[in-house]
């Protein structure tokens, strides 16, 4: 793994990720309201997976928007890869 890839598993629960994927499918999710509802309220559980496995710089790991913006990367590149 590289100090910039990841995937949803190496920072999320299983559970994080469902509700990640459910709010992402609604119609009028936005980056923000998953950052509000997923990213922020397990934070510091993020950012210990990151650390621990090495992943990022420290600068971004504490940048919850930026790691939303990740995640909503990683959906769209997975929706396009299964067109």
Not at 47 to 75: M, Q, S, W
Request: proline letters at 4%.
């Amino acid at each position: 793994m590289t100090d910039t890839s990841f995937a949803l598993e190496d920072i999320l629960t299983d559970v994080q990720i469902t509700r990640l994927i459910t709010l992402w499918k609604k119609p009028h999710a936005t980056t923000e309201e998953i950052c509000t509802k997923i990213i922020k309220p397990n934070i510091s559980q993020i950012n210990t997976k990151f650390t621990e496995a090495g992943i990022g710089k420290a600068e971004l790991r504490a940048d919850p928007k930026y790691i939303a913006y990740c995640c909503v990367h990683l959906l769209e590149k997975q929706r396009a890869e299964e067109a």
